[in-house]
């Protein structure tokens, strides 16, 4: 249950979260860069053995299987080491809206930052780029705004206890539109993400993954 994992990533990526789960959980694990957001396109063919799509995370298990998408990757991780207590047990009352939430963040938010990030993917038009990422931005802020109604945090996400859904929630609202936006308009879900931040375990993993640089709330 031990034996080391392969996790394909990048510095600044989404695959931190999975990072963060793996320093939590004190599973051992290779990490191949792949980005290093430099725009060279040979980056992604780094990853092709792993996944197609050229996108990080991507898990290698002891058997070779691999695992691909942040949520589905802190999901098994949470159920592979339950002493951890990351994420509510199967057939336990919160598990629901832990997978709910898992995958809200997944399709909801995270999939948008694929139009965002590289806007010609969708619009050719140069002149037309910013209006679609100053949309998708709005879009993002209103899914935030959406979560943040329907749920009642306690000290983290889904009560009181820390799960992989806050680290997953604290990584993606660093990225555009930034965190004041999502304190803005979710204030309820700053405690949480506030208190993944200062957590001493994953101090030094920040620093050297995702540094809290100037102006890195937005």
Same mark, same amino acid.
């Given at each position: 249950?031990?034996?080391?994992?392969?996790?394909?990533?990048?510095?600044?990526?989404?695959?931190?979260?999975?990072?963060?789960?793996?320093?939590?959980?004190?599973?051992?694990?290779?990490?191949?860069?792949?980005?290093?957001?430099?725009?060279?396109?040979?980056? +992604?063919?780094?990853?092709?053995?792993?996944?197609?799509?050229?996108?990080?995370?991507?898990?290698?298990?002891?058997?070779?299987?691999?695992?691909?998408?942040?949520?589905?990757?802190?999901?098994?991780?949470?159920?592979?080491?339950?002493?951890?207590?990351?994420?509510?047990?199967?057939? !336990?009352?919160?598990?629901?809206?832990?997978?709910?939430?898992?995958?809200?963040? !997944?399709?909801?938010?995270?999939?948008?930052?694929w139009v965002?990030?590289?806007?010609?993917?969708?619009?050719p038009d140069?002149?037309?780029?910013?209006? $679609?990422? =100053?949309?998708?931005?709005?879009?993002?802020?209103?899914?935030?705004?959406?979560?943040?109604?329907?749920?009642?945090? +306690?000290?983290?996400?889904?009560?009181? =206890?820390?799960?992989?859904?806050? $680290?997953?929630?604290?990584?993606?609202?660093?990225f555009r539109?930034?965190?004041?936006?999502?304190?803005?308009?979710?204030?309820?879900? =700053?405690?949480?993400?506030?208190?993944?931040?200062?957590?001493?375990?994953?101090?030094? $993993?920040?620093?050297?993954?995702?540094?809290? +640089? =100037?102006?890195?709330? +937005?």
């Amino acid at each position: 249950m031990n034996e080391p994992l392969t996790l394909y990533g990048a510095k600044g990526s989404g695959a931190v979260a999975v990072e963060a789960a793996l320093t939590l959980i004190g599973r051992p694990y290779t990490l191949i860069d792949v980005f290093d957001w430099s725009g060279d396109p040979r980056d +992604g063919e780094k990853v092709l053995a792993a996944n197609p799509m050229r996108q990080v995370p991507a898990l290698v298990l002891p058997d070779g299987e691999i695992l691909t998408e942040s949520a589905a990757i802190m999901t098994w991780l949470a159920e592979q080491h339950p002493d951890a207590r990351l994420a509510p047990p199967p057939g !336990s009352p919160g598990r629901a809206r832990f997978l709910r939430w898992m995958a809200y963040v !997944s399709s909801a938010i995270y999939s948008l930052y694929w139009v965002k990030d590289e806007p010609a993917r969708l619009v050719p038009d140069p002149a037309a780029q910013p209006a $679609l990422v =100053e949309r998708t931005h709005d879009r993002i802020a209103d899914c935030w705004r959406m979560m943040g109604e329907q749920i009642t945090p +306690g000290a983290y996400i889904l009560g009181d =206890e820390l799960s992989v859904l806050d $680290l997953y929630v604290a990584v993606v609202s660093r990225f555009r539109p930034r965190r004041k936006r999502l304190y803005a308009v979710a204030p309820n879900l =700053e405690g949480p993400v506030r208190r993944v931040d200062a957590d001493p375990r994953l101090q030094a $993993l920040w620093a050297a993954r995702m540094p809290f +640089g =100037e102006g890195w709330e +937005g």
